[in-house]
């Protein structure tokens, strides 16, 4: 049994995993440990078993009877809960590596038999992790085929799960960034839910997941989260990305590094 760790509150967290489970196990069953609120939604966990987080995890791995244990983005778990001494036996470990805000992030963390790096990250955090782990390898995620919501030629589309006042701000950003080329397109927000007080010009699209709908998009205006960023590659000459601060995500490298 692949049990996949991946204790955050958002949507990033479930849409790397899936796309993990996806490019290396076939999407093979597997079971996720997340308090996500998303994890309700099979769009986004497809064919997987979401768990909430509870009790320590050693506990869990030996109910489930797990052969291998992914953790994702957090080596020591978000709040250093992970140790090693928690892994049963004969477990194979896994890291699914990001950018951190190693200045803010200090937790020990885990050995791992496995460390798949899935964007590039500082020299100092590749250096720590090849220290613990067996093996320290890239891995280009592949998100599994989907479909999603039409959207008309021309829009410009905003994908954002929230905070509420995060989206007012994107919406915002793409007002200004539409002045400055002189156009007024349709704003469409690609959201699980519609946030309150969303401007009556804005129209909403529940779609998830929102990459089927790049291609025809004439701009997107997002966040710099790691699957934004990742996914928009193929269309980055269309992309513009307000970075939000977050507790251990460096979106402002990642946006950085993106735009060079």
């Known amino acids: 049994m692949i049990v996949c760790y991946a204790h955050g509150g958002g949507l990033g967290h479930l849409t790397r995993i ?3 489970l996806y490019t290396v196990h076939g999407d093979a069953p597997a079971t996720i440990l997340s308090a996500s609120p998303f994890g309700a939604d099979p769009r986004v966990v497809g064919p997987h078993r979401v768990l909430p987080v509870r009790g320590p995890v050693g506990d869990v791995l030996r109910e489930l009877r797990a052969s291998t244990f992914v953790v994702d983005a957090f ?9 090693g001494t928690m892994i ?4 194979r470990t896994v890291h699914l590596a990001r950018l951190l805000r190693e200045e803010a992030y200090r937790r020990r963390p885990l050995n791992f038999d496995q460390v798949f790096l899935v964007e590039e990250l500082t020299g ?9 782990a067996g093996s320290v390898v890239p891995l280009e995620l ?5 479909t999603s919501a039409d959207l008309a030629d ?12 995060e989206i007012h701000e994107l919406i915002s950003y793409a007002r200004e960034c539409a002045g400055l080329e002189g156009v007024r397109p349709r704003l469409v927000l690609a959201s699980p839910g519609r946030p309150a007080s969303l401007p009556d010009d804005v129209e909403h699209l529940d779609g998830y997941p929102a990459w089927p709908l790049f291609a025809r998009a004439a701009r997107v ?3 710099a989260g790691f699957n934004v ?19 251990w995500d460096d979106q402002f490298t990642r946006a950085a590094r993106a735009r060079r």
Request: glycine share 10%; net charge positive; aromatic share 6%.
């Open 124 to 132: 100092h955090h590749r250096a720590a992790l090849s220290g613990i």
């Open 154 to 165: 021309g829009a410009w589309l905003i994908p954002h799960s929230g905070p509420s006042a």
């Open 221 to 223: 205006i997002s966040a």
């Open 229 to 247: 960023v990742r996914q928009m590659r193929p269309w980055r000459d269309k992309h513009r990305m307000l970075p939000f601060p977050r507790r």
């Open 88 to 91: 049963p036996s004969g477990v």
């Open 75 to 83: 080596p020591g778990g978000i709040d250093g809960e992970l140790t």
């Open 18 to 20: 899936r796309a993990y």
């Open 142 to 146: 592949t998100d599994p085929p989907s």
